[in-house]
């Protein structure tokens, strides 16, 4: 992969819902401005930036206690809900 196009990405988290997710959307996203939805991430300080893939958002957000184990991105994936406001393919390479 010698291209990378980087997608501004929202994060907002963790505990949102339940069991500690992050929700990751496209900025301005319809979802985060409207409704239910809004008072819940009103009360969430989002992490703003741009990433290359699926993976980068994880390696961003987890990055410190990723550096402390052996477990890759792949480990945490789960915690992350992915929105389909935020194209974003899985990873960043293959
Ligand atoms: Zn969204």
């Not at 959307?25 to 991430?41: F, L, N, S, T, W």
């Not at 993976?55 to 992350?80: K, L, R």
Request: aromatic share 10%.
């Amino acid at each position: 992969m010698t291209t990378t196009t980087n997608t501004p990405v929202v994060v907002y988290g963790p505990n949102i819902g339940h069991g500690g997710e992050f929700h990751v959307h496209a900025p301005g996203c319809a979802d985060i401005v409207r409704g239910r939805m809004r008072d819940q991430y009103a009360a969430e300080r989002p992490m703003a930036f741009d990433a290359a893939s699926q993976q980068d958002v994880v390696e961003a957000v987890y990055a410190d206690i990723m550096a402390e184990g052996d477990a890759d991105w792949t480990a945490y994936a789960s915690e992350f809900s992915f929105f389909p406001c935020c194209k974003l393919r899985e990873r960043t390479t293959g």
